[in-house]
């Protein structure tokens, strides 16, 4: 599977963006999909996570109530909604799947990548 992440830019402070991340090639509800981001000098983190169906998510604890991840079979789309964004949520967003039969928070365990889209948000 090929993915494209997109929906990225410049913010300010409490606005809200969405990123989506475009699946082309194989069986897209076959995959669980996840969402990471790398801050500028900083290692790359887990975001969100669904599983194949869409039934069941995790955030990370700095974006719970203010994210959610949701996915579109139907579109080969998934998606991170993002809301009272912060400062700290710059960074370069990336969105990966995996053949799992479950969502995962481990970076390793996705092997398909998206090229990474770049949020800015200024305070």
């Known amino acids: 599977v090929q993915l494209q992440a997109s929906g990225g830019g410049t913010a300010q402070a409490g606005d809200s963006l969405t990123l989506s991340c475009a699946a082309s090639?194989?069986?897209?509800?076959?995959?669980?999909v996840g969402w990471f981001r790398q801050a500028p000098g900083k290692e790359r983190e887990f975001v969100a996570t669904?599983?194949?169906?869409?039934?069941?998510?995790f955030h990370v604890d700095s974006v719970k109530g203010r994210f959610t991840i949701s996915r579109d079979n139907a579109k080969n789309t998934a998606y991170l909604q993002m809301n009272m964004l912060r400062p700290q949520d710059t960074a370069v967003y990336y969105c990966?799947?995996?053949?799992?039969?479950?969502?995962?928070?481990?970076?390793?365990?996705?092997?398909?990548w998206g090229q990474g889209t770049l949020v800015t948000v200024s305070s």
């Open positions: 990966a799947a995996a053949r799992l039969t479950h969502w995962s928070r481990v970076e390793r365990a996705y092997d398909y």
């Open positions: 090639g194989r069986s897209f509800s076959n995959y669980v």
């Open positions: 669904i599983n194949r169906n869409g039934d069941s998510t």
